[in-house]
């Protein structure tokens, strides 16, 4: 056994609803850059839909993940390392830009300086890649909220695979929405495929991470990717993808989409798992078994064997604190109500999923019926709007009695919680109905309902005795700030050459500037200058203009010196 | 044997070699984020495909070429019973057919690059220098091919450029030997040189990241954040307790 912790995410789909505040301040904080204009490390996707990019679930197409050879052992889909090797010059199954989408900015400029005209002057969208007028014909959201529907839902690979349709009628139509971001998989893929052996997992905590000055953009990680989550930075050439916020994870606060997320329905946490026995549980032949095997190398931090072999494995104890409290832990392996997205691809994912329930309740009331009595929702949930096979191709390599479970749990615990609610006695047939107690019904709807940030964001930070490495992981050469003497800017060869600026050396320097300034925008000289509001306009007082180096001496060292003017053409200070 | 000889074939290779080695030592040291193939393939793929494998394939057969041309001494193939007119007729064969595929690649290429929106206004002034000398290398190497099958009256490049190209590395460099060479194969070597000169400042510094170390590391790299501390390596002095002695 060789234990090792990995940060993980659960997301309760039933709290979703679409407001794509995770994608935009992800957007703001990691890749409103130019080269990944088009990059959502996290995105929303409408369910059914498409996706980002379109049809990236379609793996006989775009080739990612792993597959089962022959002869019992895993493989990568796009063949072996020689076959990848040789095909490195063009990339088979790349996604082109149009399979994301072109991104685009407004010629604002227009708004102000047109010509007085008869019309009002329109912005018009130029590309960010040819800066040329375009048309807006696809986005990362084209088919937000069923927009599009039914044309383009039908090309969903997912509703292909249940031969379903989206009604046409509006009232039988569902959705649902599906944030996503990189899974950080026990057996990643995209690593796996990487020729440089850029992409690596922590051993810390399992974060998949790009090392930037190693990646020589061959994009095999691309396509290597099932959940095409590792994006390429047309500009510098290299790879990027979803950090996990380490430099904030590293300090024990959530990344920013959870943090932000305005449901609160994402859980953070660690689990242990045993390293040795990833590639047998991977290669588990049957894709529905994929899930229990996945479940079966997450090891119960609560053994005190398997805590044993964590401290022997350098787990430092408060890790396997973590790990205990774990809110990830609880609701895969202990409530048993989170599903990992498309198991199928053999990746092992770490971002795992609450299935929704919720149109359920809401049919069931409007057709007369006690939407929240459990023999009521038990019936009605293979009736669901949304189908159960559709959730469970998503969450469960197909296997509908895995995603019913789950809805039935979710169902058991509204049923029982409105009992309490009313003051009526507990129910426990509900509880047992469903394989669980009622004070397991209760913890989990704590940890679903009520949990506190500190309850559904468990994340242990790294140790002080690793001091310096809290603020940034390897990230160059401590000058290279803005302007320093490291280097300033691009590098000699254009904005795709020189070192990356390490965040906490640049966040240092404005720190300081702003903690030993007087004001939060003044120049050092401020106190010295006249205030144009008070000047009566006769001749030049000392100030008016800023000095010329050679004055510095005569204020002296604090800048202050021996009062330059009277005190009613300076300005006080704060 | 003039003075422009010896600055031609003795003073600019070696200056152009120095460079050349330098320069990748620097480029490696100084900017390994750029060290980058700065693929286009996200903004076009359909010219790509045809395109990009002919040129790669086309230089690397291109390139064995080279070696064995330039590396091997007349005599060695001789002693092996390789006559001169076999010998010619396999490598223009060769070298034909990878010039010209090579030529067509780089022809698909640059046309791309031209025509593509996208990657056009990805190209730097960096990149349009290293193509045009890339392409005249090409097509100087390309010419004299053609003038081997077609004339063959002209130059053995075995008797002359072969052996000034591996005195150079002996030190003892025969700028006669290429005076005497003929304008053909003065031009592409001259072109070649400069080529090498800018190599390691252009993105063709990806050439030597050719990832064959793929073949032999696991399949998935873990690695640890504690390695090191912050965000440089340990100053001389700073060492940890208990940690390795340099």
Redesign the interface.
Same mark, same amino acid.
């Given at each position: 056994m060789r234990v090792m912790a990995q940060m993980g995410m659960v997301m309760n789909l039933d709290k979703c609803i679409g407001c794509h505040t995770c994608s935009v301040t992800c957007k703001q904080a990691w890749t409103n850059r130019s080269g990944v204009e088009y990059v959502w490390f996290n995105n929303v996707e409408t369910r059914p839909g498409q996706g980002y990019p379109r049809t990236y679930e379609d793996q006989e197409k775009w080739r990612g993940g792993w597959q089962l050879g022959r002869n019992g052992r895993l493989s990568l889909r796009t063949g072996s390392r020689l076959k990848r090797l040789l095909t490195i010059f063009s990339s088979p199954v790349q996604p082109s830009i149009n399979d994301y989408y072109e991104p685009w900015t407004y010629d604002y400029e227009t708004l102000t300086n047109a010509p007085v005209q008869e019309h009002t002057p329109v912005a018009r969208p130029r590309s960010l890649l040819t800066n040329k007028p375009m048309n807006i014909k696809w986005s990362a959201n084209w088919d937000d909220n069923l927009g599009g529907a039914p044309e383009l839902t039908q090309a969903d690979p997912v509703l292909q695979k249940i031969s379903a349709e989206i009604k046409e009628k509006f009232e039988q139509t569902y959705m649902f929405y599906l944030p996503r971001i990189c899974e950080h998989c026990i057996n990643p893929s995209c690593a796996a495929s990487c020729p440089s052996g850029a992409i690596y997992k922590r051993e810390e905590d399992g974060i998949v991470l790009v090392d930037q000055d190693r990646c020589r953009g061959w994009r095999q990680c691309v396509t290597g990717c099932p959940y095409k989550k590792v994006y390429f930075n047309h500009r510098t050439g290299k790879a990027e993808k979803c950090t996990f916020c380490f430099p904030r994870v590293e300090v024990g606060i959530p990344t920013v989409c959870s943090e932000t997320c305005v449901g609160r329905l994402r859980y953070i946490g660690i689990i242990l798992y045993d390293a040795d026995r990833v590639l047998e549980a991977a290669s588990t032949p049957n894709d529905q078994d994929l899930y229990m095997a996945q479940r079966s190398i997450i090891l119960d931090p609560h053994d005190p064997e398997v805590v044993r072999a964590a401290e022997r494995a350098g787990i430092s104890r408060d890790w396997i604190d973590s790990a205990q409290r774990s809110p990830i832990y609880s609701l895969i392996t202990k409530f048993e109500v989170a599903l990992p997205l498309h198991p199928e691809y053999r990746t092992m994912p770490m971002v795992w999923y609450i299935p929704p329930l919720s149109p359920v309740v809401d049919a069931l009331t409007e057709t007369g019926h006690d939407g929240e009595d459990a023999g009521n929702i038990f019936g009605a949930i293979e009736s669901l709007r949304i189908p159960i096979e559709y959730l469970a191709e998503l969450f469960a390599a197909g296997d509908t009695s895995l995603v019913t479970g789950v809805l039935k749990k979710l169902g058991a615990m509204r049923a029982y919680m409105r009992d309490l609610n009313l003051g009526r006695p507990a129910d426990e047939s509900i509880a047992t109905a469903v394989g669980m107690t009622g004070q397991d019904i209760q913890d989990m709807h704590r940890l679903l309902a009520i949990a506190k940030y500190d309850e559904r964001y468990v994340i242990p930070a790294i140790h002080a005795e690793q001091g310096p490495e809290r603020e940034e992981f390897d990230t160059g050469c401590s000058l290279d700030y803005e302007d320093g003497p490291g280097m300033g800017g691009w590098g000699p060869f254009g904005e795709t050459s020189g070192g990356s600026t390490p965040i906490a050396v640049e966040n240092f320097h404005m720190l300081s500037a702003r903690q030993t300034t007087d004001t939060l925008s003044a120049p050092p000289t401020k106190a010295q200058r006249v205030n144009l509001l008070n000047w009566d306009g006769k001749g030049a007082p000392e100030g008016l203009f800023p000095s010329r180096g050679n004055d510095d001496a005569r204020h002296g060292p604090d800048g202050g010196g021996d009062g330059p003017g009277s005190p009613s053409v300076t300005e006080p200070k704060p | 044997m003039n003075a422009l000889d010896i600055v031609l074939w003795v003073i600019v290779p070696y200056i152009s070699l120095a460079i050349f080695v330098v320069g990748h030592y620097w480029r490696y040291k100084?900017?390994? $984020?750029?060290?980058?193939?700065?693929?286009?393939?996200?903004?076009?793929?359909r010219l790509?495909?045809w395109g =990009?494998?002919l $040129? *790669?394939?086309g230089i690397l057969f291109v390139l064995i070429g080279h070696v064995m041309g330039l590396g091997i001494p007349k005599s060695w193939t001789e002693a092996v019973g390789l006559s001169e007119t076999a010998y010619h007729a396999m490598a223009i064969g060769v070298g034909a057919i990878a010039g010209f595929g090579t030529l067509v690649g780089l022809g698909i290429l640059l046309y791309r690059r031209r025509t593509t929106?996208?990657v $056009?206004?990805?190209t730097?002034k960096?990149d349009k220098f290293m193509y045009l000398v890339l392409t005249m290398t090409i097509l100087f190497g390309l010419s004299n091919t053609v003038l081997g099958v077609v004339g063959h009256g002209g130059v053995d490049y075995r008797d002359t450029v072969s052996p000034w190209f591996r005195s150079i590395f002996y030190f003892n460099p025969q700028p006669e030997l290429m005076a005497a060479a003929g304008p053909g194969f003065q031009l592409h070597a001259l072109s070649a040189l400069l080529l090498f000169a800018i190599w390691p400042?252009?993105r063709l510094v *990806?050439v030597f990241?050719a990832?064959l170390?793929?073949?032999t590391?696991p &399949?998935?790299? &873990?690695? =640890?954040?504690?390695r090191?501390?912050?965000?440089?390596a340990t100053p001389r002095g700073w060492d940890r307790v208990g940690g390795p002695r340099r």
């Open positions: - | 100084y900017d390994k $984020f750029g060290w980058t193939t700065r693929s286009s393939q996200l903004y076009e793929s790509l495909r =990009s494998p $040129f *790669h394939f929106g996208p $056009f206004s990805a730097t960096n400042f252009t *990806h990241s990832p170390g793929y073949f590391r &399949y998935i790299v &873990y690695r =640890s954040r504690d090191q501390l912050g965000n440089r």
